[in-house]
């Protein structure tokens, strides 16, 4: 937007242009939401772990001590399940 659009006489314009970019933002936030959720459930289950960690052995045949050890770090430290 041009500068010329923020001047004095174009406040309340501007602060309504302002708002309604706001509202589309948390709009479109709340809608993906979920989505991402879903591709987090996904991407956290042991058998797309496993297999994750197998395509990098695979690729990465020199790093294999180092995914090994990364892997147990993660595993160590893993969320605690909330008894609410």
Do not use: C
């Not at 979920?34 to 956290?44: C, E, N």
Request: aromatic share 12%.
């Amino acid at each position: 937007m041009p500068a010329s659009f923020w001047s004095e006489g174009k406040r309340e314009l501007a602060l309504a242009v302002f708002s309604g970019l706001l509202v589309f933002n948390g709009l479109i936030l709340t809608l993906g939401w979920t989505a991402f959720s879903r591709i987090y459930d996904v991407l956290l289950r042991a058998e797309f772990g496993h297999a994750a960690l197998d395509a990098a052995i695979n690729n990465y045949s020199g790093q294999r001590f180092t995914l090994r050890n990364g892997i147990l770090v993660i595993r160590e430290h893993q969320p605690k399940e909330s008894g609410a």
